[in-house]
């Protein structure tokens, strides 16, 4: 006799939702590719009048314009789809927030169940694009030319806004000379600079990364306030005469050790009473989430030897290498902006 099954106490929504959400970046970079974004930037337009441009079916062209639609991207007025800010403001090409390389770059992982699995369990980065693990080739300063170059202006995207969204907020009074380590594009130091007229910076970066830095601090003309340095962090002295020091996206790139090389070096370079500022997502104290710091860890965990840190280990970190006064301030788009003094000399 056959078995009345009982109804479900919950419907499947949630993981309908994250069955089909496999299709987003995808989606995404693909409609970033075919341009749709550029073009319904020039005119909206309606499903038909899309695939002919674009050289569509009438079902793909449905299809995408639906998907994009859903995804918040974009909005149907009166038979016409138009950008909405989101897409206007990250999703075009000429604009300078514009999110395209490193969207193309993360459709370029190896990333499937499979890999997944076997990263978690030998607990070691997936090597990816040559067949290196990333920080494997910046722990060694042995990062190729083309490959440094290519992943700088890739995290430049990713991280451009969110430089803008911490310049106005935070607070650099008493700051005169800041430290930027390891700041890829310089993109921080740019937003810093520009917001904070009497501060001067400095972006210590790996040889063939400095290459494209010098191109960023140029085109906004900032070359008489952001000097670029080369320096492996891990073993070359940093730089002498900075009152701040500064860390967006490191950390969680680095295993505890290297974490703690890190801060213990900035605590030597600093004079008393000088700052460390730390950019990061934080993991909750309960680490439960948020979801974007949880994925974000997960990658950290995919591609590096690294991690998000909870706002309690970085706590720990920071007053265990000898600093005091650690703050947390929210900044931007879930970001954090942790900030800490070397003891004044008694």
């Known amino acids: 006799m056959p078995v009345d099954l009982e109804t479900p106490t919950c419907d499947d929504s949630l993981i309908r939702q994250l069955w089909a959400s496999a299709y987003q970046l995808p989606i995404l970079s693909a409609a970033d590719e075919l341009g749709v974004f550029t073009l319904l930037e020039r005119e909206p337009a309606s499903v038909t009048e899309l695939g002919e441009k674009l050289s569509l079916s009438a079902r793909a062209a449905e299809a995408l314009l639906a998907s994009l639609s859903a995804m918040g991207l974009l909005a149907r007025l009166q038979g016409?789809?138009?950008?909405?800010?989101?897409?206007?403001?990250?999703?075009?090409?000429?604009?300078p927030f514009y999110w395209g390389p490193i969207l193309r770059m993360l459709c370029q992982l190896p990333l499937s169940d499979r890999a997944l699995v076997?990263?978690?369990?030998?607990?070691?980065a997936m090597a990816w694009g040559n067949g290196n693990v990333i920080t494997d080739e910046w722990a060694q300063a042995a990062l190729p030319d083309e490959r440094a170059q290519a992943f700088t202006r890739a995290m430049h995207s990713h991280s451009f806004a969110t430089a803008v969204g911490l310049a106005q907020r935070v607070e650099l009074s008493g700051v005169e000379r800041l430290l930027d380590v390891a700041g890829g594009s310089?993109?921080?130091?740019?937003?810093?600079?520009?917001?904070h007229e009497g501060v001067q910076f400095t972006v210590a970066e790996l040889p063939p990364v400095c290459k494209v830095t010098r191109q960023y601090v140029a085109e906004h003309g900032l070359e008489g306030?952001?000097?670029?340095?080369?320096?492996?962090?891990?073993?070359?002295?940093?730089?002498?005469?900075?009152?701040?020091?500064?860390?967006a996206n490191i950390l969680h790139d680095w295993d505890s050790a290297r974490r703690q090389l890190l801060i213990q070096r900035s605590f030597e370079a600093l004079p008393p009473g000088g700052r460390v500022l730390v950019y990061e997502l934080l993991l909750s104290d309960a680490q439960d989430g948020p979801l974007t710091a949880a994925l974000m860890s997960m990658n950290m965990v995919f591609l590096t030897p690294g991690k998000q840190l909870t706002g309690g280990e970085l706590d720990e970190l920071l007053?265990?290498?000898?600093?005091?006064?650690?703050?947390?301030?929210?900044?931007?788009?879930?970001?954090?902006?942790?900030?800490?003094?070397?003891?004044?000399a008694r």
Not at 186 to 195: E, I, T, W
């Open 225 to 247: 306030r952001i000097d670029v340095v080369e320096l492996d962090m891990f073993r070359d002295a940093w730089p002498p005469g900075h009152d701040a020091i500064f860390f």
């Open 186 to 195: 310089g993109c921080f130091s740019v937003a810093l600079a520009r917001r």
């Open 118 to 124: 076997e990263t978690l369990r030998r607990d070691g």
């Open 319 to 344: 007053r265990g290498c000898g600093f005091t006064d650690v703050s947390f301030t929210p900044a931007y788009a879930g970001y954090s902006l942790i900030s800490a003094r070397k003891p004044a």
């Open 80 to 95: 016409k789809f138009h950008l909405t800010e989101v897409s206007r403001t990250f999703l075009l090409p000429a604009k």
